[in-house]
C-alpha cells in the first residue's frame, strides 16, 4: 500500500510569488490533515479536511494560505502571496478514522 | 489549550546508553498520547501510542507509559543504536472535534558509534 505522498519535495521562491503543494492521501483515507514545522519549532495543524470538506481550519495563520481537498482525494495547499515567515516544513497526514494519522514526508518551502 | 512540552535537545549519548526522553503535556478531557520519530531526509512515523491512563506503548526497544497522575508520557530505550538517530516528536491527539494532533518541539537524539 503506497503511503502519504508530497510534491514537491523542496521548494525555494521569492517573497511575494506564489507556491502550491500537493497531498496524496492514503486511498481511502477520509480525513487529511496539514501541518506546518518552523524552524526548530513545533509541528503545528493547520486544517483538517473530511472527503472535501473541510472540518477545522484554525490553525490556518491568515487568508494568503488556501487550502483543497478536490474531489476528497488529493489536497493542495497555495500560499499567495508567500513571505519569509513562511518558511519551513509543511506535513501532510492522513487517517482512516481518528486516531492515527500516517504523514507524508513534507514539503520544505524556503521563501527568499 | 492543551499543549506538549518536551525536554530540549540534542540529545548524544553512546550506543547502547540508556535512553530517556521527557515528555509532559496538558490538556482537557482524556487524551490519547503518541511519539512519532523522523529519520534524516524522511518523514514522520508512528513509534508507539497509548490510548488511554496506564497504557504502555512499545515498539523496536521503545516504551512509554501513559501516567495521568503527573501528566508524562517519557519514551525510554534500554540500549540505543547509531540507527536511533533521529528526531522524537512527542504529541497528543486532543480527542474532540478534529482529533488534531500538538505536538512538542521535537528532541534530536544522536547516538555514537
Known amino acids: 500500500e503506497a503511503g502519504v505522498t508530497q510534491f514537491p519535495s523542496h521548494s525555494v521562491i521569492e517573497k511575494g510569488q506564489t507556491v502550491t503543494l500537493r497531498c496524496d492521501p492514503i486511498s481511502g483515507h477520509d480525513n487529511l490533515y496539514w501541518y506546518r514545522r518552523v524552524m526548530g519549532k513545533e509541528i503545528k495543524f493547520l486544517l483538517h479536511?473530511?472527503?472535501?470538506?473541510?472540518?477545522?481550519e484554525s490553525g490556518m495563520p491568515n487568508n494568503r494560505f488556501l487550502a483543497e481537498r478536490t474531489g476528497g482525494t488529493y489536497s493542495t495547499l497555495k500560499v499567495q502571496p508567500a513571505e519569509l515567515e513562511d518558511s519551513g516544513v509543511y506535513f501532510c497526514a492522513s487517517s482512516p478514522r481518528v486516531l492515527e494519522q500516517y504523514f507524508g514526508p513534507g514539503t520544505r518551502l524556503t521563501v527568499t | 489549550g492543551d499543549s506538549v512540552t518536551q525536554m530540549e535537545g540534542p540529545v548524544t549519548l553512546s550506543e547502547e546508553a540508556f535512553l530517556t526522553i521527557n515528555c509532559t503535556y496538558t490538556a482537557t478531557g482524556y487524551p490519547s498520547l503518541f511519539w512519532y520519530v523522523q529519520y534524516p531526509g524522511e518523514g514522520l512515523q508512528l513509534l508507539l501510542k497509548?490510548?488511554?491512563?496506564?497504557d504502555k506503548g512499545s515498539n523496536k526497544g521503545f516504551e512509554a507509559t501513559y501516567r495521568k497522575e503527573t501528566t508524562s508520557f517519557h519514551l525510554e530505550k534500554g540500549s540505543v543504536q547509531v540507527s536511533d538517530s533521529a528526531v522524537y516528536f512527542c504529541?497528543?491527539?486532543?480527542?474532540?472535534?478534529?482529533?488534531?494532533?500538538?505536538f512538542g518541539t521535537g528532541t534530536r537524539l544522536k547516538v555514537l558509534a
Open positions: 504529541a497528543l491527539s486532543d480527542q474532540k472535534g478534529t482529533y488534531k494532533y500538538i
Open positions: 497509548a490510548t488511554k491512563a496506564d
Open positions: 479536511f473530511v472527503k472535501e470538506s473541510k472540518q477545522d
